[in-house]
């Protein structure tokens, strides 16, 4: 089937990272066409001379508007295209050369009202970088916990730095919310009740910066933690006691410090599951460092999370308070 494509990127005061990106698009090995719109969401430091480098090379469009929210600027960009397939990318990725080709093919063997695809580091990520992907994306750890990607399956949520949604589902749908970070899993609940086809893309990868710190890490998931009692209660019906593994995670460990030397067997476990991490972070990097690193993002990730979701599950399930007084940092207006 033929399909016209148009990759969406929403930037905020990160020019560089729209230029490594748009160098990729120079390697993608595709006879489809489709475009590219940039959407500038109120930068102080734009990336319109960035784009104007490309502008001879690629079919791309620039557009700059007030600060609104990734959201809200994915929406816009969808609004100004034509195209009947939008692919929404964060502006710290990286295509492979078959990226489109893998899309396209796969949509054409089974089509998908909206996709998802994996992230990976690549070669050139900092070992830090790289740490942080494995604690994010491992089976190990949260990644384990998000569903069973590789099907068709109900518990599945594309995640918006590498997403794919038809004009139809976004148009039914109306697209992102307001809410930031925890836009991509409203979405794919709100699609899904609205019986569009949902699934993964194993080959429709993308290497993915995420954070360069861990201390950027940590405010990133400490968000994560406090959207999802968010989602619950907009969406009752998808709560799962996955959800409460990072927090409990926290809390045995806390408490077996507390109760030594009566928790010594706990504690054990504790250092036999990060042993593990090690070792699978070594054998998939073989770094040492990396994989000493990679202890610390899965701490960082389940101690930001986990303390984040317990607060927001006592102010927002429990006391039933409303989340945008709570968490007003959380919405864009």
């Not at 930037?11 to 489809?32: A, D, G, H």
């Not at 710190?213 to 998931?221: G, L, N």
């Amino acid at each position: 089937m033929s399909r016209t494509y148009a990759f969406i990127i929403p930037v905020y005061n990160r020019p560089q990272e729209i230029k490594e990106l748009l160098m990729s698009f120079l390697t993608l090995r595709t006879s489809l066409k489709f475009e590219i719109l940039i959407i500038e969401d109120g930068s102080t430091l734009t990336s319109k001379d960035i784009v104007n480098e490309f502008s001879s090379k690629l079919n791309i469009n620039y557009h700059f508007k007030p600060n609104s929210g990734p959201g809200d600027s994915r929406n816009f960009g969808m609004s100004k295209s034509s195209a009947d397939y939008f692919i929404i990318l964060d502006s710290d990725v990286i295509l492979p050369p078959h990226y489109l080709s893998a899309v396209d093919a796969a949509l054409n063997i089974h089509y998908f009202d909206c996709y998802g695809g994996p992230d990976q580091s690549h070669q050139d990520f900092s070992i830090t970088q790289k740490a942080i992907d494995f604690s994010m994306t491992s089976f190990l750890t949260t990644g384990g916990i998000r569903g069973n990607k590789h099907s068709q399956t109900s518990s599945y949520e594309p995640r918006s730095f590498n997403i794919g949604i038809s004009r139809e589902a976004f148009l039914a749908s109306g697209g992102f919310g307001k809410i930031h970070p925890g836009e991509d899993p409203d979405l794919s609940i709100r699609l899904k009740n609205l019986d569009f086809n949902l699934g993964f893309i194993p080959k429709a990868f993308v290497y993915h910066k995420r954070r360069i710190d861990f201390r950027k890490f940590y405010q990133q998931v400490s968000k994560f933690g406090a959207v999802r009692p968010i989602l619950i209660k907009w969406h009752p019906k998808t709560f799962k006691i996955t959800f409460l593994f990072p927090s409990l995670f926290c809390l045995g460990l806390l408490i077996s410090f507390i109760l030594l030397p009566l928790s010594l067997s706990l504690l054990i476990l504790y250092g036999t599951y990060l042993l593990l991490i090690f070792l699978s972070s070594l054998f998939k990097y073989r770094s040492f460092k990396v994989a000493m690193l990679t202890i610390v993002a899965v701490l960082v990730q389940f101690f930001g999370y986990g303390i984040a979701f317990l607060k927001s599950f006592v102010h927002i399930l429990v006391l039933n308070k409303n989340p945008q007084k709570v968490y007003p940092n959380l919405f864009f207006k």
